[in-house]
C-alpha cells in the first residue's frame, strides 16, 4: 500500500490535540515527579471516578496503546445464523480462508500465525458469498478489527478508483489506529489507498476521492458523503462501524451513523462491532445491519478463589496511610496497585509514599491517554514499584504480574452502594493467569465497614483482619 497518503498534514495533528482536549488536560502542563511519575495537582483534581467514567474512547485507545498482545479467549463462541440452515463453516487456519496471495502475506507478516477465537467463525461470515451482514461482539483485544480489516481488504477492487469501503471510528485517534492495520496488512497491495475523513483533513469542493477504502469519524463522513459529496455512498460495498459501544457514548454519534447506513445501496455489506453489548448497544446495532449473523465471544470469568483477602482497620485517612507504611515495613512487597475513590486522594497518596522514598507511579484521568499509557509502560517494565490510581482510571487494564492490590479506598457506586464488579475486576483472575493474589482493604468507617461485609457477602468469600500472624503467609504472596 502506497504510504504517501498516510502523511498527516499539520491541521489534522491539531484535530488530534483538539479531540484530545475532553481529558481535561490540554492547556496545563504536565511534569514529571523526581522518581519521573506525572505528578499534577489541578483544579480538576476534585473530580469522581464517575465524571472519568464518560470516557470510554479515552479508554479504548489506552488499551491499544498499552497493549502488546492478542487477548485469547478459551470460551465458547456463541453463533447465531440469520438462515440456520446454511452450513457454519469456522476456520482453523488463514489459508483455509482462501485469501488473495498479498493478503496472506500481510496477515504472516503481521505476526498472525492462526485466527483468534472470533476471528475463526467472523471471516468465513465475513467473505461468505453473497455477502452476509454481522453484528460481533467480543472483549477488548480480541481481534475484531484485524478480522473487518482483512474483510474489508479481501472485497476491495483496487482497479477501481473509488471508495469501496467506509469504517466508521468514534474518534479521530482510534481512525488512526485502525488505519494504521489496514496499512500494515494491506502492505503488499501497493495500488490500494486509504483516505481519512476525520476533522481537519480538508478536501478542495467539488472533488472526488479515489482512495478505495475511506475511515473517518461519523460527522465528517457524514459531510463527505453529502453536503460535499466527496464520496458516493451508492458505490460503498462494505461498512463497517467499529466500536459501537464506544459510538452511542458520543453524543450525535448515533444519528450520524444511521443516517450515513441509509444512504448505502441494499445489498452493501454492513458490519457491526462492539466490544460491550449492553442493551443500547444492541438496540442501535438493530438499526444499522439488517438480517445480521451475530457472534458473541463472552469474557472470561474472574474470580477470588486464588486470592487472599485482608482488611485492616483505621479511623482516619492518616491512620490508613500509617498503616499502608507498616505493611510496607512489614514485609517485601514486588509490585503493588493501590486504588483510591478520588483524583485528590489518589495524588496526595503518591505524594506521600514518595516522601517516604517509595517509587511511586501515578495514574490518573486527568492525564492524556498516552501519558497515562507510558506510566503503565514503565509499571510494566518494574520502573516503579507501587502504581497509584482512580478506579476508572484502571479499568480494564490487566497488569498481570501484579500479585498485591490494596484497596485504599473501598469501590463504591455512584450512590455510595458497594461496586462488586469492579472490586472482582481489581483483584480477581482469570483460570489462566490463576496465581496466588493479595487483596488487602482499608476499612475507615462503620459506613466502609458495612460496605465490606456486603462485598463479602456478596461474593461468599472470607475477608480476614490483617493480623500480625498472617506477615508469613502474605509475604509469600507479596513478593
Ligand atoms: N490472529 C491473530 N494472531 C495474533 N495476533 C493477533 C491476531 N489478530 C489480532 N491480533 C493482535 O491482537 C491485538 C488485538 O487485536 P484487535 O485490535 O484486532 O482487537 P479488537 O478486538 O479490535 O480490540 P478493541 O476492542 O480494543 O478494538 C492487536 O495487537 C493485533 O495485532
Ligand atoms: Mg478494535
Known sequence: MATDSWALAVDEQEAAAESLSNLHLKEEKIKPDANGAVVKPSANAEKTDEEEKEDRAAQSLLNKLIRSNLVDNTNQVEVLQRDPNSPLYSVKSFEELRLKPQLLQGVYAMGFNRPSKIQENALPMMLAEPPQNLIAQSQSGTGKTAAFVLAMLSRVEPA?????????????????????????????????????????????????????????????????????????????????????????????????????????PRNCQMLLFSATFEDSVWKFAQKVVPDPNVIKLKREEETLDTIKQYYVLCSSRDEKFQALCNLYGAITIAQAMIFCHTRKTASWLAAELSKEGH??????????????AAVIER?????????????????????????????????????????????LHRIGRTGRFGKRGLAVNMVDSKHSMNILNRIQEHFNKKIERLDTDDLDEIEKIAN
Open 379 to 423: 509499571f510494566r517494565e518494574g520502573k516503579e514499584k507501587v502504581l497509584v490510581t482512580t478506579n476508572v482510571c484502571a479499568r480494564g487494564i490487566d497488569v498481570e504480574q501484579v500479585s498485591v492490590v490494596i484497596n485504599f479506598d473501598l469501590p463504591v457506586d455512584k450512590d455510595g452502594n458497594p461496586d462488586n464488579e469492579t472490586y
Open 160 to 264: 477501481d478508483r473509488y471508495p469501496q469501503c467506509l469504517c466508521l471510528s468514534p474518534t479521530y485517534e482510534l481512525a488512526l489506529q485502525t488505519g494504521n492495520v489496514i496499512e500494515q496488512m494491506g502492505k503488499f497491495y501497493p495500488e490500494l489507498k486509504l483516505a481519512y475523513a476525520v476533522r481537519g483533513n480538508k478536501l478542495e469542493r467539488g472533488q472526488k476521492i479515489s482512495e478505495q477504502i475511506v475511515i473517518g469519524t461519523p460527522g465528517t463522513v457524514l459531510d463527505w458523503c453529502s453536503k460535499l459529496k466527496f464520496i458516493d455512498p451508492k458505490k460503498i460495498k462494505v461498512f463497517v462501524l467499529d466500536e459501537a459501544d464506544v459510538m452511542i457514548a458520543t453524543q450525535g454519534h448515533q444519528d450520524q451513523s444511521i443516517r450515513i447506513q441509509r444512504m448505502l
Open 359 to 372: 517509587q511511586v507511579a501515578l495514574l490518573s484521568g486527568e492525564m492524556m491517554v498516552e501519558q497515562r
